[in-house]
C-alpha cells in the first residue's frame, strides 16, 4: 500500500493541482493531508482518493463541513488511522508538545507533520518521522509517498 503525505497547501489550487496530476501517475491508495489547507476549494481536488486531513494554524473548524461533504475524513487537529497494517498519526507542528509527545510514545509506526514548509524524514527508533515539505510557500514545493510495507520515503519535488 502506498500513501501519499501532503501539507500546507495554504489555498493554493494551482500548485495542488500540479500535486494531483503527479499523484494520478502513480499507485496511491489513501492521501494525509497534514494541515494548512488553507482553503475550501482544496479539498474536492483529493476526491479520487481517500483522504484524511487535520487542521493547521490557518485552519478553521468550518473546513470541517467541507471535508465530510466531499466523503473525505475529518480528524480535527490531531490524526490516527490504521492503513496497511501500520499505525500513522499525523498533525500540523504548530503544536510542538504534542508532536514530540507522539513521537516519543514509540507507540506508532508512522508520524507525519507539516508547518516548517521543510521536507525531512528520519528514524527515532521504531517511528518513522515525515515532514513533506510544502505544496506552497516553499522551494522546492513538495510531498512524499510513503510504501507501507516497506516504509520506504520518496520524496517529491515539482
Known amino acids: 500500500m ?4 501532503v501539507s500546507d497547501t495554504h489555498g493554493h489550487v494551482e500548485y495542488t493541482r500540479q ?3 503527479v ?4 499507485e496511491i491508495d489513501a492521501v494525509l493531508h497534514c494541515g494548512d489547507i488553507g482553503s475550501p476549494a482544496i479539498v474536492p481536488l483529493f476526491a479520487p482518493w481517500p483522504a484524511h486531513f487535520v487542521f493547521g ?3 478553521e473548524d468550518g473546513l470541517r463541513w467541507t471535508i465530510e461533504q466531499s466523503g473525505q475524513t475529518c480528524h480535527g487537529r490531531f490524526g490516527a488511522v490504521e492503513l ?3 499505525s500513522i498519526a499525523f498533525l500540523h507542528s504548530d503544536d510542538t508538545a504534542r508532536l514530540v509527545e507522539t513521537i516519543d510514545s514509540q507507540q506508532i509506526d508512522h ?10 524524514h528520519h528514524r527515532q527508533d ?4 515525515l515532514n513533506p515539505g510544502a505544496l506552497y510557500r516553499a522551494t522546492p514545493h513538495s510531498f512524499a509517498v510513503v ?12
Open 23 to 26: 499523484l494520478e501517475t502513480l
Open 57 to 59: 494554524n490557518v485552519d
Open 111 to 120: 508520524v507525519c507533520y507539516g508547518h516548517t514548509h521543510r521536507a525531512e
Open 84 to 86: 496497511g497494517g501500520r
Open 19 to 21: 500535486a494531483i496530476r
Open 126 to 129: 521504531r517511528t518513522l518521522v
Open 147 to 158: 510504501d507501507l510495507s516497506s516504509m520506504d520515503v520518496t520524496p517529491v519535488t515539482l
Open 2 to 5: 502506498q500513501i501519499a503525505v
